[in-house]
């Protein structure tokens, strides 16, 4: 499963972006989707993830950020607003193992190849 995730930049704090990922397959609404983020030097970490009982944000950017999807375009987004300069990372959208997939990395079993989010202050 190769997923294509794109709309990432550079913005100046405060601004917003939108990422998109794009998956392929007629089972694409059946899977949880999550957005990972890894900023230089650090670990992968959670940041969002819609599935069949809502929609999970990472404290760091709940009330900023939204995920969304489109089934009948097998895509996913997330909307980030208000950004700052630590949310600038490298953004990784992933599918997950089931329709109830969390935050864990590992209940992600296909990954993007990161999309780039620079936030100037």
């Known amino acids: 499963v190769q997923l294509q995730a794109s709309g990432g930049g550079l913005v100046q704090a405060g601004g917003s972006l939108r990422l998109s990922c794009a998956a392929p397959?007629?089972?694409?609404?059946?899977?949880?989707m999550g957005w990972f983020r890894q900023a230089p030097g650090k670990e992968r970490v959670f940041v969002a993830t819609?599935?069949?009982?809502?929609?999970y944000y990472a404290d760091s950017v709940k009330g900023r950020f939204t995920i969304s999807r489109d089934n009948a375009k097998n895509t996913a987004y997330l909307q980030m607003n208000s950004l700052k300069p630590e949310d600038t990372a490298v953004y990784y959208c992933?599918?997950?193992?089931?329709?109830?997939?969390?935050?864990?990395?590992?209940?992600?079993?296909?990954w993007g190849q990161g999309t780039l989010v620079t936030v100037s202050s």
């Open positions: 397959g007629r089972t694409f609404r059946n899977y949880a």
């Open positions: 819609i599935n069949w009982s809502g929609t």
């Open positions: 992933a599918r997950g193992n089931g329709a109830y997939s969390g935050r864990a990395y590992d209940d992600y079993a296909y």
